[in-house]
């Protein structure tokens, strides 16, 4: 078992791990994902649990993938971030509340 310095690093590694399950579907995940452990928008609001923004929201294009750190069971983490990265497929809304 690989530990990670960060949780960041540890959403990137299972973001690269389930690449090969998408692309076993039909639904490749773009190149350019950034995922980060952070509040998404109107958090406080709607308790959304993770976020994924257009590559056209970022700088350099990338998909932005946020992911609440209010969540620490590590099997909801990676639920949030499988929910989010099929939002970031082609053809797949961006905007879907997953809450508290």
Same mark, same amino acid.
């Given at each position: 078992? +690989?530990?990670?310095? !960060? ?16 692309? %076993?579907?039909?639904?490749? /995940? ?7 452990? &952070?509040?998404? /928008?109107?958090? +406080? ?9 257009? @590559? &056209?929201?970022?700088?350099? +294009? ?9 969540? @620490?069971?590590?099997? *909801?983490?990676? !639920?949030? %971030?499988?929910? *989010? %990265?099929?939002?970031?497929? @082609? &053809? ?5 509340? %997953?809450? *508290?």
């Amino acid at each position: 078992m +690989k530990i990670h310095a !960060t949780r960041e690093d540890w959403l990137t590694a299972a973001t690269d791990d389930v690449r090969p399950i998408f692309d %076993l579907h039909g639904r490749p /995940l773009p190149n350019r994902i950034r995922v980060t452990a &952070g509040h998404p /928008l109107n958090f +406080k609001r709607n308790r959304r649990l993770g976020d994924c923004h257009a @590559a &056209g929201d970022s700088a350099d +294009k990338s998909i932005e993938i946020c992911v609440s750190p209010t969540v @620490a069971d590590p099997v *909801q983490v990676f !639920t949030v %971030l499988i929910s *989010q %990265l099929c939002r970031a497929t @082609a &053809g797949a809304p961006l905007r879907y509340d %997953l809450v *508290q």
